[in-house]
């Protein structure tokens, strides 16, 4: 207790009382390298009888305490003591040195240059040792103030040495180990701190009690670091990344701010390249328009569009606030680039309005993005995806052809493979009409496009995760089983304008995505990225509660990229795949479409359920386990 005590008032002095104790320590360390300069150089036998050496020694005092307040080294700070600060006392010592020499030529002092070299090193060493042992002490009071836990930083360069040196006054962790990747740094120390391989993180986490890893690597290091997050998971260790080093010069506080991995990192693969000269050629020069153009997929595709310098991006969507954001954000690039803007409100499922639009803005490409898409709402509004998502693309693929528009891709799903909801089920229809659409016609070529789960996207489980975060939880999990695809913003909008560069008519692309992921694998990995743990239902220990809420009408256990697997070919990017898959008849496509407008004219659910159950092969009822 009283050892606590001392510690605290030793650590809690006034600046005023500590910058006086560092004036005092500094004259003294002078003063006192005067006088063993003196005695080395001299002889202290000598020194008694020599009125020259006690004035000289007064001068040397005196000069030293102008000198301290000059450079301001008594402002020096102990806690984050570098090799900045070791250069001012070097100047205050060179000045020193350069007064103890004409002082002493001018005195007729004995061996002045002598004296004098022996004074500067001495003067110089003993304040920066001074300086340097009170550094240690204060660091091993701080230890035994408070029990700080021992992180670890991957990336021994300079921003990782900068968070090194930062983390040094944390009150909260203690960098007691760098892990590198470049051999010349293994055994080294920096700061103190060792260099180890990365082979040896795992023994070293064990070793040393480590409980969290800070990746310190750039933002291209996007692999290197998923491995790492991977390792750390196997070993139930935090990790955490470092945020661009702009960000960190742009933070206010001495520790920068660390931030969870990013949910891309969830991606379990890495990012696919899609930026090939293909799509810059495509769409510059062309009058392009984007439906849905405010939606999540729909705004990423205009921004990329924006960086091909198309003639003009015609934005049309029904939501206003959405229509404006894209609009507002885009106006500005648009006119640097010299690139045409304009922005229409309206709905696909409205003729006249969509006729108008395409033939006024003189369209030659098509991206419909426009669809609602969220798998519970359609399931109880079956009648509005319908005619929106049905006949809307129906609407639009009609004005496309009469405009003579040259190419038109239809933004679909996974889910319309082999369909348990409304949702899923209305986006395939969308597709075979489509596929219908360019057996008869040549003029405009149809394509669509296939993907999963978009990371960030409206309503996707992402945002939804993170919000639950951010209020202690619980993350909700439908079913421990659930499966699915995951692909970035980025990657779905390049997917599409790929596929329009691809397109020869009737197309159905799909991207290579990797494996597909249980969502509630996601949930843990998050929860732990965030720094927290996951709570034990069992024993109530943990922050964070995984729940399990059972299985949503319309979803499905696992989603589908293809319906036939063995009819898939290549294209000329690797990861991009064409399927080739069977039609409808023109009479059974004109069926359907004429039994749903039926449905809908009524407003008659119970009807479209039929007419989707009787027309969309593969098509059932989600069968909800009885443990869900």
């Not at 080294?73 to 350069?98: C, E, N, P, Y």
């Not at 990782?160 to 892990?179: C, E, N």
Request: glycine content about 8%.
């Amino acid at each position: 207790m009283y050892n606590k005590v001392l510690i605290d008032g030793l650590t809690a002095l006034p600046h005023k009382l500590v910058r006086a104790i560092l004036v005092v320590s500094d004259f003294s360390m002078v003063v006192l390298s005067a006088l063993l300069a003196i005695g080395m150089i001299i002889g202290f036998e000598n020194f008694g009888g020599s009125a020259h050496l006690w004035q000289f020694l007064c001068l040397i005092g005196a000069i030293s305490l102008i000198t301290i307040f000059v450079f301001r080294i008594q402002l020096i700070k102990l806690s984050v003591f570098s090799s900045r600060d070791v250069l001012k006392i070097g100047q205050a010592a060179g000045v020193l040195t350069i007064v103890h020499l004409f002082g002493a030529l001018m005195l007729d002092v004995p061996r002045a240059i002598a004296l004098t070299l022996v004074f500067g090193s001495l003067a110089f060493t003993s304040m920066v040792a001074s300086r340097a042992i009170a550094t240690v002490a204060l660091g091993a009071l701080r230890d035994r103030i408070r029990a700080r836990r021992p992180v670890a930083i991957f990336g021994a360069g300079g921003t990782g040495i900068q968070l090194a040196s930062a983390l040094r006054t944390s009150p909260d962790v203690r960098p007691v180990m760098f892990f590198d990747d470049n051999p010349l740094l293994h055994g080294m120390d920096i700061g103190g701190i060792p260099v180890a391989p990365p082979r040896e993180l795992v023994i070293e986490a064990a070793r040393r009690g480590l409980e969290q890893l800070i990746i310190a690597l750039p933002e291209s290091a996007q692999e290197r670091r998923d491995g790492l997050v991977e390792i750390c998971e196997r070993i139930n260790m935090e990790v955490q990344v470092l945020p661009p080093f702009a960000e960190l010069l742009a933070g206010k506080s001495n520790t920068p701010e660390l931030k969870t991995v990013d949910p891309h990192d969830i991606l379990g693969r890495a990012k696919v390249d899609l930026d090939t000269p293909e799509i810059a050629k495509s769409y510059a020069g062309r009058v392009v328009m984007v439906t849905g153009a405010g939606g999540s997929i729909g705004s990423e595709l205009c921004r990329q569009i924006l960086t091909c310098r198309p003639a003009k991006i015609v934005l049309f969507d029904v939501a206003e606030y959405n229509l404006y954001k894209i609009e507002h954000e885009l106006n500005p690039l648009a006119d640097e680039r010299k690139v045409a803007l304009s922005a229409h409100l309206g709905s696909v499922s409205d003729a006249t309005r969509v006729k108008k639009v395409i033939g006024d803005e003189n369209v030659e490409i098509i991206l419909h993005a426009a669809a609602y898409k969220h798998v519970p709402l359609i399931e109880t509004n079956e009648i509005e995806g319908a005619r929106n998502n049905v006949m809307g693309t129906k609407i639009i693929a009609d004005a496309a052809v009469a405009a003579g528009v040259e190419r038109f891709i239809l933004v679909s799903t996974d889910k319309a493979v082999r369909p348990t909801n409304i949702m899923g089920a209305t986006k395939r229809m969308a597709e075979l009409i489509i596929q219908d659409l360019q057996t008869r016609t040549q003029a405009t070529k149809f394509a669509m496009v296939r993907f999963g789960n978009v990371l960030g996207s409206s309503g996707s489980v992402m945002p939804l995760f993170q919000k639950q975060l951010e209020a202690g939880g619980p993350l909700t999990v439908t079913h421990p089983d659930v499966c699915r695809y995951f692909m970035t913003v980025n990657e779905a909008a390049r997917l599409v304008l790929l596929s329009g560069a691809y397109a020869t008519g009737g197309d159905v692309f799909v991207l290579d995505m990797g494996k597909p992921q249980r969502i509630i694998d996601i949930a843990y990995k998050l929860i732990k990225l965030s720094g927290r743990t996951v709570k034990n239902p069992a024993t109530g220990e943990g922050d964070i509660e995984v729940k399990v809420i059972g299985l949503r009408p319309g979803e499905k256990l696992y989603e589908e990229l293809l319906i036939d697997q063995k009819n898939v070919v290549p294209t000329p990017h690797p990861k991009i795949l064409r399927a080739e898959e069977d039609y409808l008849s023109q009479i059974e496509v004109a069926a359907f479409l004429r039994e749903v407008q039926q449905a809908i004219d009524s407003s008659n659910a119970t009807q479209l359920r039929k007419v989707v159950a009787a027309r969309i092969d593969g098509y059932k009822t989600q069968q909800l386990p009885v443990n869900a």
